[in-house]
Structure formats: C-alpha cells, structure tokens
C-alpha cells in the first residue's frame, strides 16, 4: 500500500540546470508534505515542506509544487549542483488529523548531477 | 548544532536474541520516531512517543517491539526475539513541542543485521 510514491528511481540532471524531482500520492487526509535529501551513512536531512494551503514553497534553489487535485507534488532545484547528489525522498503527514506527526514516505529518487 | 545520535551504528546479531538500539534525542525536544528502512525499500514509519507513552504505532510495531525512555537523554528501540526480516536501517528522529509540523531531526540510523 503505497500512499507515496516517487515512481522515478533515479535522475540524472548536468550541473547548472534545473532539477525535478516528482511524487504521487493517494491518501486525501495528507496536509503536510515534505522532502528530505538522504547521503549514504547519514540519516534523512529535512530540506523543504508546504502545507496543503500553499501551492509553493520557495527556499533559496528549491522550490516545492503542490497540485491537491492532482495529488501531486515536486521539487525543483535551480540550478543544480554536484553536492545535490543525493537520494531525495518525498513525506506527507495528516497534520490536523490527531497525528503526532508521523511520516509517510516514498522510495526516493537518487539525483546526480554531474559537472 | 544540535544533533540526533545512534549506538551503535552497526548490530550483528543471531536470529531469536534481543537487541537494543540507542538514541539520544535533540536535548529540548519532547516528540520522538523511529522510523526503519529495509534495504532498497522506503522508510517506514514504526513508533512516536510522547510524555513516557506511545502516541502511535504502525502495523509493523508488533509486541515484539518495545521503547522506553529510561532517563532524560535515552531514547531505546528494543526487539524481543529478532527475525530475518528485521535486518534494517533504524532511524531515530525527535522534534520541538510546537506543532506536529515542526521539523523531525533524525539520527544517522543503526544497520541491524540478523543472522
């Protein structure tokens, strides 16, 4: 049962141009969506969110899309740079719902972005 | 900056022993996760815990599982009688008292393997 889906397992992008990274989602009851950009050895580093009431956040080169009607959600990261190289997951999270905020992601899309 | 920490980092252990998995939480913060991601898969959400109780658990939270704070700074995951398919990355992670929006902080992860 995949509420999130990141259906692109990896992307490869040229430095200096723009990035996409895209996620799906099922569950209607998610308010508060997430990314977080993943190193190997290291754990999940929170990186950009919106809330359902936004349509975009922006912060410095990300930048994340919400389109509720579609259930769809993106990253983009202008413009890309090699230490951007990382595994991107996507989270969602029922914020008014009772939840103490527990995290539902999906299986990531590894980035490189190469020189 | 303030940071999640995880003992140990790697856990070998035989199939039907009992381990315990180590975190200390951001010293301020009251929400604390775990979280595991099996290899190749997503990371999925297990517990939340609140005010020394469980705030909520997933289906994968059985009673084989257990957490506890023990004193002001330790957080524990324990696992009765591991199995094969509890051979993971575990992922702690803990948040301020503000809203359940507030960023999730998470630990480096402990690789369990089980023999």
């Known amino acids: 049962d995949q509420q999130v889906k990141q259906n692109s397992p990896s992307l490869s992008v040229q430095e200096g141009r723009i990035s996409i990274l895209n996620c799906d989602y099922t569950?209607?009851?998610?308010?508060?969506f997430l990314w977080y950009k993943k190193y190997p050895a290291e754990g999940p580093t929170f990186l950009i969110s919106?809330?359902?009431?936004?349509d975009k956040n922006e912060d410095g080169r990300f930048t994340v899309f919400l389109n509720k009607s579609a259930k769809h959600l993106s990253l983009h990261i202008v413009p890309s740079q090699p230490g951007d190289s990382a595994v991107y997951f996507c989270a969602a999270s029922e914020a008014h719902g009772g939840s103490q905020g527990n995290l539902i992601f999906g299986k990531g899309t590894k980035l490189s972005v190469k020189p | 900056e303030p940071e999640v920490t995880q003992t140990p980092s790697h856990q070998v252990t035989q199939m039907g022993q009992e381990v315990i998995l180590r975190c200390v939480p951001i010293?301020?913060?009251?929400?604390f996760y775990w979280y595991r991601q099996i290899l190749g898969q997503k990371v999925e959400f297990l517990v939340s815990f609140y005010n020394n109780e469980i705030s909520e658990k997933s289906e994968i939270f059985d009673d084989q599982f257990s957490v506890e704070r023990p004193d002001g700074s330790n957080f524990t995951l324990k696992i009765r009688s591991t199995k094969l398919e509890d051979s993971a990355m575990y992922f702690c992670?803990?948040?301020?008292?503000?809203?359940?929006?507030?960023?999730?902080?998470f630990g480096p992860g402990t690789r369990l393997t089980v023999l």
């Open positions: 569950n209607s009851m998610f308010d508060y």
């Open positions: 992670a803990s948040r301020d008292r503000g809203h359940v929006t507030d960023t999730q902080y």
């Open positions: 010293s301020n913060h009251l929400y």
């Open positions: 919106i809330s359902s009431i936004k």
